[in-house]
């Protein structure tokens, strides 16, 4: 049998969930049958513990408990002058572009 890459993609990795559990009973038996095994994490809990063992990788994007807010529309909110709001658009969508790279940095 050939060696396999083996990504978990999880909200968060740590904690006494349910989904955590299984993953991290998949990711280490993948891993004693000679698979590569890697966690791709959106969030990370503060200080829960986790399931996975310590030879498996994890990439967490965000450290803070990050929420996505919903995209607001940069034409209507120039046409009403919320400047602020479209500059809090402008910034989201940066972050997003660049969360974007790490995830794509991550699978190469």
């Known amino acids: 049998m050939s060696k396999k890459n083996i990504v978990f993609v999880l909200n968060d990795y740590n904690g006494y969930g349910g989904a955590q559990r299984v993953a991290a009973i998949l ?3 993948f ?3 000679g698979h590569h095994v890697a966690v791709l994490s959106i ?3 503060k200080n829960q513990p986790s399931y996975f063992a310590k030879h498996i990788p994890i990439f967490v994007l965000h450290k803070d ?3 996505a807010p919903l995209p607001k529309s940069l034409y209507s909110n120039l046409k ?3 400047i602020r709001t479209v500059v809090r658009e402008l910034n989201r969508r940066r972050q ?3 969360r ?3 995830v794509i940095r991550f699978f190469f």
């Open 80 to 82: 009403a002058l919320n």
């Open 100 to 102: 974007r790279k790490d």
């Open 65 to 67: 408990g990050y929420r």
């Open 43 to 45: 969030n990370e809990q």
């Open 96 to 98: 997003l572009s660049k």
């Open 27 to 29: 990711a280490n038996e």
């Open 31 to 33: 891993s004693n049958d």
